[in-house]
């Protein structure tokens, strides 16, 4: 059977990135080449300067992932890019890349949504066993996904508002820690005590998720406390805020597993990188006897290699775009 090599693109935020992926699960080259420390100086990612890095940055990254490995555009199957979701004018560089390179070459374009390179993701460790159930976590989305065979998407649950990611880095700035904050908070939980009460958010029945009424918490209580000229252990305050975060995560993901009789899953997203949500669900699942996949700490982030993967099986399933291909800022994937 003939190798399929896909050269991917990703540049949703601020990473841009190129890779080179066999067969959806070899990872043959890739390079990422990250704008955090220019978006630390604002605290966060600003727009217009990511654009304008992708721009700078793009051609360079496509040629040093193939020289990587010595490969050539005429060896390369198809072109997979992701259009969306993500910041349009990031989204919008990577999408005229890969069409310039799909019509210069005369290769299949194949647009690829950002979450499913993220659950893919884990096709780089090892093949995903159907049924599933995927949860996403990430900055913009906290997602419970069914998945009865490959490319099939079934909406169980959501946010309501705030993705969990968003709510860490708002917490995070709240107790004053550094862009960007997720993973500092996770730090600083592993060393703390869970001391506060804060809510445990969304506690329902339902597959849904709500965290801005916990990080309103967290705001209220680090205002009240200064008000009272009483001190926060930002520590504490982590450990309490991240083990109600995980708690609610894990529960309704445990029953969503148990509705839908499904015995394998898999974490998704930058969030999934969390060492407090990896250690509960790895004690949750060995006790349920659950088949749990967790992607490399590397394929967490924004990276090429999960479209890459993605793409290769949207390839195989025939799925093409045209040279009209635009990007997206928001797009459903189910």
Known sequence: MKDIYILAIETSCDETSCSI?????????????????????????????ASRNHIENITIVIEETLNKIGLKMEQIDAIAVTYG??????????????KTLSYIYNKPLIPVHHIAGHIYAN???????????????SGGHTDLIYMKEDYSFEYIGGTLDDAVGEAYDKVAR????????????????????????????LDDDSYNFSFSGIK?????????????????????LACSFQNRVVEIL??????????????????????SANKGLREKFKNLCYKENINLTIPKLK????????????????????????????????????
């Open 174 to 201: 709240v107790i004053g820690l550094k862009y960007p904050g997720g993973p500092l908070v996770d730090e600083l939980a592993h060393i703390g005590e869970d001391t506060y009460n804060l809510p445990i958010p």
């Open 123 to 137: 096709n780089l460790v090892k093949p995903l066993n159907f049924p599933l159930i995927a949860l996403v976590v």
């Open 85 to 98: 979701p993500g910041l349009i004018g990031s989204l919008m560089i990577g999408v005229q890349a890969a």
């Open 299 to 334: 394929y967490c982030t924004d990276n090429a290699a999960m479209i890459g993967a993605a793409g290769y099986y949207a390839y195989k399933l025939g799925k093409r775009a045209d040279l009209s291909l635009n990007a997206k800022a928001s797009d459903k994937l189910y």
């Open 216 to 236: 309103s918490a967290v705001i209220n209580l680090v205002h009240n406390e200064a008000q009272k000229n009483r001190k926060i252990v930002p520590e504490n």
């Open 250 to 271: 894990t529960k309704k993901t445990m029953n969503a597993l148990k509705k839908y009789n499904v015995q394998n899953l898999i974490l998704a997203g930058g969030v």
């Open 21 to 49: 992926i066999r067969n959806g699960c070899d990872e043959l080259s890739t390079i990422v080449l990250s704008q955090i420390d220019i978006h630390s100086l604002y605290g966060g990612v600003v727009p217009e300067i």
